[in-house]
């Protein structure tokens, strides 16, 4: 059901911080891996209709048909209306796939890298036997030149932090024109991954959603 979207199951996780009402229940996370995501909707209504946010409308009209299909509930990364609470997606992604944080404020995949994104949790009522999280490694801890902390053109990002004021204005300045058209130096930095990496449309859409944020 997802594999035609784009989008793939990542994790299993016991829902915590949720909907109180849902807490204790379990549930998946869904997202996409690669550029794979990108060609489907691209080709979609909601690439180019020039309304707000497209790529969560394109989401939700298609998770919603497959939540449905599976008697699910599906949570969701973006606000939006009815649904005004941001969930804890990079909690549960740790708590399904086992994923650290990365100086760049991504979540680090061992074999994706940075190429990869949540769009959606569904949320069951009874699962038996839920599949058990698999140990993962923490690429950073494996990585000795850590590129993504000296490529950065404003060194916006460090060991310990990463300033997302100091980033957004560089981006949105004249000489971020590098990272707003081919996306984020540091990220294209991180050598994990990199055959996975998005296209340059693909990267252009998320920096200028993300300078406008």
């Not at 807490?23 to 996409?32: H, V, Y």
């Not at 399904?96 to 760049?104: F, H, I």
């Not at 993962?136 to 004021?165: G, R, Y």
């Amino acid at each position: 059901m997802l594999a035609p979207l784009g989008l793939a199951q990542f994790g299993w996780f016991e829902l915590v911080s949720g909907p109180p009402e849902l807490d204790g229940q379990p549930a998946m996370l869904i997202g996409n891996r690669g550029p794979a995501m990108w060609k489907v909707f691209s080709a979609s209504k909601f690439a180019n209709d020039g309304k707000p946010d497209p790529l969560d409308r394109w989401t939700r009209s298609v998770v919603q048909p497959v939540a449905d299909q599976l008697n699910a509930r599906a949570l969701y990364p973006f606000l939006s209306k009815p649904d005004r609470d941001h969930w804890p997606f990079q909690r549960w992604a740790h708590a399904g796939m086992g994923l650290k944080q990365s100086p760049p404020g991504l979540l680090i995949d061992p074999e994706y890298g940075l190429w990869h994104a949540f769009r959606a949790a569904l949320v069951f009522e009874i699962i038996t036997n839920l599949p058990k999280q698999k140990p993962t490694i923490h690429p950073c801890d494996e990585c000795a030149n850590k590129p993504c902390l000296t490529t950065c053109p404003v060194n916006a990002i460090s060991a310990k932090t990463f300033d997302v004021t100091r980033c957004i204005a560089h981006v949105n300045s004249k000489r971020g024109n590098p990272c707003r058209e081919k996306g984020c130096i540091a990220r294209n930095a991180c050598p994990v991954g990199r055959i996975h990496a998005y296209g340059d449309d693909q990267q252009t859409f998320h920096m200028r959603a993300y300078s406008n944020s």
